[in-house]
């Protein structure tokens, strides 16, 4: 039996486990925080150039950040391959999977999201004012006026979103590249967080915001159907409801959700999603929770099979 095309799916295994186990790394040993740092090195000097040269200055920063990234990522793979020979059996194999998962982990974070989001639960139990604090350091939006339901409804988006983002599009893009795949995604996504927006960042963000874009197109379908389930009837309305968000894929998972949970979702003057859904109550965060771990599951699986696949495994 060929052992090798095993190595992709059982490191997602490990890193998922790790991750549930034991969450997040500190943070001076997160690469993903330390992505941040690098691109932070430059953030306040891209805000200072003309609109030509700072489209040019970050699409550069970028690709240097990405190709470095990859390499490093690369090298410490085929460091693990060569140390372990999995094809030689399964001691070998399962030691790759173990040390590759534990590389892994870092550019996924499925406790720390759910975990997050069910704070913003437990605020409003206390206040609202409280709520809106604690939903404040999950989203960029002004949440000093939102009320209750509003609260819940941004947190529930938050996690439908991020579930693509921090979850199955990094293990998406490990099943078709290794842990370079994986590394490079997470760089572009961390890119697109600090650099992606509109307003000053409308010239020196838009190589990242394109980028992620295109990175995400995929793992966001992906997430949506996952989160939809075998309900073939709300095909058509998730492709409806997916195109009312500004972005090309976080409608995908939001919409889902909104849809799975018979919820209206909403951005106050920028979309509504699901407008004839009921307004999100207490208890809904925890159906969001319930509904995104499901849909995790079934999307990681899938992937897995999909990793042994691609190399010959199945």
Same mark, same amino acid.
């Given at each position: 039996?060929?052992?090798?095309?095993?190595?992709?799916?059982?490191?997602?295994?490990?890193?998922?486990?790790?991750?549930?186990?034991?969450?997040?790394?500190?943070?001076?040993?997160?690469?993903?925080?330390?992505?941040?740092?690098?691109?932070?090195?430059?953030?306040?000097?891209?805000?200072?150039?003309?609109?030509?040269?700072?489209?040019?200055?970050?699409?550069?920063?970028?690709?240097? %950040?990405?190709?470095?990234?990859?390499?490093?990522?690369?090298?410490?793979?085929?460091?693990?391959?060569?140390?372990?020979?999995?094809?030689?059996?399964?001691?070998?194999?399962?030691?790759?999977?173990?040390?590759?998962?534990?590389?892994?982990?870092?550019?996924?974070?499925?406790?720390?999201?759910?975990?997050?989001?069910?704070?913003?639960?437990?605020?409003?139990?206390?206040?609202?004012?409280?709520?809106?604090?604690?939903?404040?350091?999950?989203?960029?939006?002004?949440?000093?006026?939102?009320?209750?339901?509003?609260?819940?409804?941004?947190?529930?988006?938050?996690?439908?979103?991020?579930?693509?983002?921090?979850?199955?599009?990094?293990?998406?893009?490990?099943?078709?590249?290794?842990?370079?795949?994986?590394?490079?995604?997470?760089?572009?996504?961390?890119?697109?967080?600090?650099? %992606?927006?509109?307003?000053?960042?409308?010239?020196?963000?838009?190589?990242?915001?394109?980028?992620?874009?295109?990175?995400?197109?995929?793992?966001?379908?992906?997430?949506?159907?996952?989160?939809?389930?075998?309900?073939?009837?709300?095909?058509?309305?998730?492709?409806?409801?997916?195109?009312?968000?500004?972005?090309?894929?976080?409608?995908?998972?939001?919409?889902?959700?909104?849809?799975?949970?018979?919820?209206?979702?909403?951005?106050?003057?920028?979309?509504?999603?699901?407008?004839?859904?009921?307004?999100?109550?207490?208890?809904?965060?925890?159906?969001?929770?319930?509904?995104?771990?499901?849909?995790?599951?079934?999307?990681?699986?899938?992937?897995?099979?999909?990793?042994?696949?691609?190399?010959?495994?199945?």
């Amino acid at each position: 039996m060929d052992l090798m095309p095993w190595r992709l799916p059982l490191a997602m295994l490990v890193a998922l486990c790790v991750d549930r186990a034991w969450g997040e790394p500190p943070a001076r040993w997160h690469p993903v925080v330390g992505f941040g740092r690098f691109l932070g090195l430059f953030s306040r000097r891209l805000l200072t150039l003309a609109p030509s040269a700072a489209l040019t200055a970050g699409a550069v920063i970028w690709w240097v %950040g990405a190709l470095n990234i990859g390499v490093l990522a690369a090298l410490l793979e085929t460091s693990l391959i060569y140390a372990f020979k999995p094809w030689e059996g399964w001691v070998g194999l399962l030691g790759c999977a173990l040390l590759l998962g534990l590389l892994l982990k870092p550019m996924l974070a499925w406790r720390m999201l759910s975990d997050e989001v069910g704070a913003v639960e437990r605020a409003l139990a206390e206040s609202l004012p409280a709520g809106r604090a604690r939903l404040a350091r999950l989203v960029s939006r002004d949440t000093g006026n939102l009320n209750a339901s509003q609260v819940r409804e941004a947190a529930i988006e938050t996690l439908a979103e991020n579930l693509n983002d921090s979850v199955v599009a990094p293990l998406f893009w490990f099943m078709l590249a290794g842990l370079p795949g994986a590394a490079i995604y997470r760089f572009a996504n961390t890119a697109d967080a600090m650099w %992606g927006y509109r307003g000053e960042w409308e010239w020196a963000g838009k190589w990242a915001a394109r980028a992620d874009d295109v990175l995400s197109w995929l793992p966001a379908r992906i997430t949506g159907l996952a989160l939809l389930g075998l309900r073939p009837p709300l095909m058509g309305a998730l492709w409806r409801q997916a195109r009312k968000t500004p972005s090309p894929n976080s409608g995908w998972p939001m919409a889902a959700m909104a849809l799975r949970l018979q919820l209206r979702l909403a951005k106050p003057g920028v979309y509504v999603l699901n407008e004839a859904g009921a307004e999100a109550a207490s208890g809904d965060i925890a159906r969001a929770q319930a509904l995104a771990l499901k849909a995790m599951l079934a999307s990681a699986l899938m992937l897995m099979l999909g990793a042994a696949a691609l190399r010959g495994g199945l």
